[in-house]
């Protein structure tokens, strides 16, 4: 009945900018803690950006600070990614995770590990 699907990936240049979109269903997003992490092959999964239900300031990775945005509407029980100046090692497949009550620095840092991931989405940073 949980499920994370996530949407907007794909194919861009450096420097370019994409948003990535995950929209939940079996439960009310805006209650949890969400967050997107990145995993290139052969190295260790890494939180991006992750924000908690109820209002707080989001966390950010060093490599995402000042050019990704988290962002979510109740309305349509999705949660954004906004990425900006992209580069070549941004390359990853991106997940959406969701957990209830960690702290967004917690859940990002894989302290307190998300309850419930997508599928994943490629993004790939090339010219």
């Known amino acids: 009945q949980v499920q994370l699907v996530e949407s907007g990936g794909g194919l861009v240049q450096p420097g370019g900018s994409l948003r990535l979109s995950c929209t939940a269903s079996?439960?009310?997003?805006?209650?949890?803690?969400v967050g997107w992490f990145r995993q290139a092959p052969g190295k260790e999964r890494e939180g991006v950006s992750c924000?908690?239900?109820?209002?707080?300031?989001?966390y950010y990775s060093d490599s995402a600070k000042g050019r990704f945005t988290i962002s979510r509407d109740p309305a349509v029980n999705t949660v954004y990614l906004d990425m900006k100046t992209l580069r070549p090692e941004d390359t990853a497949i991106y997940y959406c995770?969701?957990?209830?009550?960690?702290?967004?620095?917690?859940?990002?840092?894989?302290?307190?590990?998300?309850?419930?991931w997508g599928q994943g989405i490629q993004v790939t940073v090339s010219s």
């Open positions: 079996g439960f009310a997003l805006v209650y949890h803690t």
């Open positions: 995770a969701t957990g209830i009550g960690p702290a967004a620095k917690d859940m990002c840092l894989l302290t307190l590990p998300p309850a419930y």
């Open positions: 924000i908690r239900g109820g209002g707080g300031s989001p």
